[in-house]
Nanobody, 122 residues
């Protein structure tokens, strides 16, 4: 089965850019029927979808974060990345990557990474 693994710095200073990478273990990354998503969970709060990317490179962003968010992918490495600019302490949380299956309705996130904690602090 597919495995997803987040990686990146666990500490980011305010005003800097948060950058994370998700590595996908199998060939489903190259399959057009999946979307590749980023989700976060601030301390004590619920999950918040950030955005997603398709293998083609087409992106989708949460409207409230769109101006600060950039998601990209490297098809040769089975990786996709998140960049969130101008971060504040409110961006602190556990960040997850997940695969989104287009089978059925609504779309479902069938595989998740373990998550990685990112602390935004000076």
């Amino acid at each position: 089965q597919v495995q997803l693994q987040e990686s990146g710095p666990g500490l980011v200073k305010p005003s800097q850019t948060l950058s994370l990478t998700c590595t996908v273990s199998d060939s489903s990354f190259t399959t057009s029927s999946y979307y590749w998503s980023w989700i976060r969970q601030p301390p004590g709060k619920g999950l918040e979808w950030i955005g997603a990317i398709r293998y083609s490179g087409y992106t989708y962003y949460r409207p409230s974060l769109k101006s600060r968010t950039s998601i990209s992918r490297d098809t040769s490495k089975n990786q996709f990345t998140l960049q969130l600019s101008s971060v504040t302490p409110e961006d602190t949380g556990v960040y997850y990557c997940a695969r989104v299956s287009t089978d059925g309705a609504p779309y479902g996130m069938d595989y998740w990474g373990k998550g990685t904690l990112v602390n935004v602090s000076s």
